[in-house]
């Protein structure tokens, strides 16, 4: 056990809790994260190439696509991290020079980056589904030309997705400047800059990661999402006939089109136009019902899932604001990295394995929530393993969402004039997603 005679406020780890702390380490951040990792690449590699498929190609999908290449870089630089940091030194003894090489220039400042890309990037998605569901006709609209049609796309891409690059990079610029390598007979060593010790850089880096990297996102996500929640939620009720004083949207229509047209049914095409409207607008309400409650509950596990995820991190966060004063009086006895009690170091592991577990969250919410992603991704597998049918035979001829209710369907009346076109149907297919 190490002694401080001169800071009494600094703390040190007993003998036994640092042969906890090591084993702790060893499995969490050395086996498990890497398996994670591992799984967490795979499952979001296969996210982006159903996602980029030409059935699924919306904003909302593009986003989930840039999201997913964030967490594969985090979750790349998390496994060689841990490799070079946890896994081989426990059977080596020793950590390898590639590591300390690697650390300064891209490991430290790029884990940082890729991380915070992410937690920025579920801000701009809750941000583009908010003004989807509030403010539909305020988005660029994608008709046109093929030209006009790719920039218009590309522009709604880069307002969502430019921002989260350039202040992730803005934010982390700094880490560059934390450490460096040195060469020290023969061998690498990894050296702290002053600028980490530095009283002044440690409060406003610490105050400023708790509050953009902390406090805001996550307010920001609860906001947005439960806002979205409300909105569908009583989109649904009004579209299902809920409203008080009002019956169903499809009987009120069916009682005034008995009203105003009473002879027109006498005739056998005007009467499969009218049943062929009346099944329309049942199925519209009955698929955009089903469409909504999807998208609310990707929402909510979404969220949830990013919360769940960060609560680790804000606490140790909070912790490190209120032990400042300690940590300032460590490093000025030159004890850097003492005075956190082992619940914080344990609490830190499990943050990172909950971070490199959210990416195979999130491909899991896809696949139980998503039906098109179901059905794009089955699709393209049993093609790709040679007994695949074509895309086109299943698929709706109109772009989905990985909310979409997943199948289009086709209704055929026995009337003779049951291919007289219905009004209204191409919207409803394209409202709903199919």
Request: positive net charge.
């Amino acid at each position: 056990m190490n002694n401080c005679t001169n800071c009494s406020s600094c703390t040190f780890l007993t003998l036994d809790e640092q042969i906890l702390l090591y084993d702790v380490k060893y499995w969490m951040e050395g086996v498990i994260q890497l398996s994670l990792a591992v799984i967490g690449v795979t499952t979001n590699l296969v996210s982006i190439y159903v996602l980029s498929r030409k059935e699924l190609v919306n904003t909302f999908n593009q986003l989930l696509i840039a999201l997913a290449i964030f967490d594969i870089l985090y979750l790349v630089i998390a496994f060689l991290d841990s490799l070079g940091q946890v896994f081989l030194p426990f059977y080596s003894g020793h950590v390898p020079a590639w590591y300390f090489l690697l650390t300064p220039y891209l490991l430290y400042p790029c884990k940082a980056i890729s991380l915070t890309c992410s937690i920025f990037m579920m801000v701009s998605i809750g941000v583009e589904r908010y003004m989807a569901v509030y403010y539909p006709f305020s988005r660029i609209p994608l008709i046109g030309s093929g030209g006009s049609k790719n920039r218009c796309f590309n522009k709604r891409l880069f307002v969502y997705i430019f921002p989260v690059i350039f202040f992730s990079i803005i934010l982390n610029i700094f880490k560059f400047l934390e450490s460096k390598v040195k060469m020290e007979e023969g061998s690498v060593k990894l050296e702290i800059q002053e600028i980490r010790y530095d009283p002044t850089y440690l409060t406003v880096n610490i105050w400023v990661r708790f509050i953009v990297l902390g406090a805001l996102p996550v307010g920001a996500i609860i906001s947005l999402n439960c806002c979205i929640y409300w909105a569908v939620r009583r989109a649904r009720m009004e579209r299902g006939g809920e409203q008080p004083g009002g019956g169903g949207t499809g009987k009120r229509k069916e009682v005034e089109m008995k009203r105003i047209v009473p002879s027109m049914r006498k005739t056998a095409q005007l009467t499969a136009a009218y049943s062929g409207n009346r099944w329309n607008l049942r199925l519209r309400n009955k698929k955009l019902s089903a469409s909504e409650q999807r998208l609310s509950i990707v929402l909510i596990m979404i969220a949830i899932i990013f919360i769940v995820s960060s609560l680790p991190r804000i606490i140790i966060m909070m912790y490190d604001i209120i032990i400042l004063d300690t940590t300032r009086s460590c490093i000025e006895e030159g004890y850097v990295g003492e005075g956190f009690p082992v619940w914080n170091h344990l609490l830190g592991y499990v943050s990172h394995v909950l971070l490199c577990f959210v990416p195979t969250a999130n491909f899991l919410v896809y696949c139980v929530v998503g039906n098109k992603f179901r059905m794009v991704a089955s699709i393209y597998l049993r093609k790709m393993c040679c007994c695949a049918q074509s895309p086109s035979q299943v698929l709706s001829p109109y772009q989905g969402s990985l909310r979409s209710s997943g199948k289009t369907v086709s209704h055929q009346f026995s009337s003779p004039t049951s291919s007289v076109r219905r009004p209204g149907s191409s919207k409803i297919e394209r409202e709903t997603g199919v």
